[in-house]
């Protein structure tokens, strides 16, 4: 019934901390360059704030996907109290509960592994060293 909402609140969570994590990213950079005053080619490496909207992105869409199919069932509605078993009595609120503490929580950890997996995966191709160029024989 509402098992989109906790997915929905790390969504948000991770949202905000990406959003901060990119401008810290972005000032950094900045002060970084105005100090240095050369340019060094670094290798490109993603950000982490970029490896936080992976999460955010992965975590949005099971969530607008979910929120959908419940409004497609009739669970969610788009007026208040926006989920049916609120209004259905105690013991659809604590079954609507007890569902937001297994499956949503379940499916909150099972995206945040798999993000964890891309990450690491991420990192063993950003280590690999880059491949050298051939030299042009005349």
């Known amino acids: 019934m509402a098992c989109f909402v906790v997915?929905?609140?790390e969504a948000i969570v991770?949202?905000?901390?990406?959003?901060?994590?990119?401008?810290y990213e972005?000032?950094?950079?900045?002060?970084k360059l105005h100090s240095d005053g050369a340019s060094t080619e670094a290798p490109v490496r993603t950000g982490f704030a970029r490896k936080l909207f992976w999460l955010a992105d992965l975590l949005w869409g099971g969530v607008i996907l979910l929120a959908f199919e419940h409004l497609w069932h009739g669970e969610v509605v788009p007026f208040f109290p926006f989920l049916t078993a609120a209004?259905?009595?105690?013991?659809?609120?604590?079954?609507?509960?007890?569902?937001?503490?297994?499956?949503?929580?379940?499916?909150?950890?099972?995206?945040?592994?798999?993000?964890?997996a891309m990450v690491l995966v991420s990192a063993a191709i950003e280590k690999r060293p880059a491949p050298q160029k051939a030299e042009a024989s005349v």
Do not use: D, F, H
Not at 26 to 31: H, W
Not at 89 to 105: F, R
């Open 7 to 9: 997915p929905g609140t």
């Open 14 to 23: 991770v949202t905000a901390a990406a959003v901060l994590l990119k401008k």
């Open 26 to 31: 972005q000032n950094r950079a900045q002060m």
């Open 87 to 116: 209004t259905e009595g105690p013991e659809a609120v604590s079954e609507m509960l007890s569902e937001m503490v297994s499956v949503g929580v379940l499916m909150a950890v099972l995206v945040t592994v798999i993000w964890v």
